[in-house]
């Protein structure tokens, strides 16, 4: 079965630097995203990304967030100037059809963020 | 704002008992209910979702119930068997945007 791959696993990071978590959503899906889970708490939705661009976005993805589609395959987030608060499970995600229609959401194993 | 209010947030049975979990949406337009089950450590997985032009909706031993009145949607387990044990989400989505809005979680604990 077709799966969201996502890396790295884990990284460890110092407040201030910068990051890219990277994803391979399925390959016939055409819609991606990005969510995040601090410990404990619940899944927050961050970024949806369709055509090339940005089709919705949460509060939290703000000017320090970034996403990019570099090349048929991968589906990046950037975070440039890390902060404590952005520790959290990074979940990358994506569906073939619009979230609410036709597309059921699978998620990726998960990218775990600790910032320092 | 949106927000997706869910129940309990901890809940523990007993081997071939039933459980329930309650979640509550505050956006009148949501048309969408999905769950997801989150093992520890693994990815969310959907095991179930609802329309809003349907009132429940059956698989094997899990259904879910809506009230679009009330706004609220439930999650029923039958017959809960050890493999069951872990974190479920609700959500609510609406046609036109791209989001989930997902509940606070329950942790499912079935006592063999």
């Known amino acids: 079965e077709p799966e969201v791959t996502q890396t790295p696993s884990h990284q460890v990071t110092q407040m201030g630097q910068e990051v890219i978590l990277r994803c391979v959503p399925i390959s016939n899906h055409l819609y991606f995203y990005w969510y995040r889970q601090i410990l404990g708490q619940k899944v927050e939705f961050l970024v949806s990304?369709?055509?090339?661009?940005?089709?919705?976005k949460s509060e939290i993805f703000d000017d320090q967030f970034s996403v990019e589609r570099p090349d048929g395959s991968n589906f990046t987030l950037k975070i440039r100037s890390t902060k404590l608060e952005d520790s959290a499970m990074y979940f990358c995600a994506s569906s073939e059809g619009p979230p609410t229609n036709t597309g059921e959401l699978f998620f990726g194993e998960g990218s775990r963020l600790t910032v320092l | 704002g949106e927000n997706v209010e869910q129940h309990p947030s901890t809940l523990s049975v007993q081997e071939g008992d039933s459980a329930v979990i309650k979640c509550t949406y505050s956006d009148s337009a949501s048309n969408y209910f999905p769950w997801y089950k989150q093992e520890l450590g693994k990815r969310p997985q959907l095991i179930i979702d609802i329309r809003s032009n349907v009132g429940e909706k059956k698989d094997q031993r899990i259904a879910v119930t809506l009230n679009k009145t009330a706004k609220h949607f439930s999650l029923h387990i039958t017959e809960t068997q050890p493999e069951d044990s872990a974190v479920y989400f609700c959500?609510?989505?609406?046609?036109?945007?791209?989001?989930?809005?997902f509940g606070t979680g329950t942790r499912l604990k079935v006592l063999a």
């Open positions: 990304f369709y055509n090339n661009e940005i089709s919705e």
């Open positions: 959500a609510s989505g609406t046609s036109g945007t791209y989001k989930y809005i």
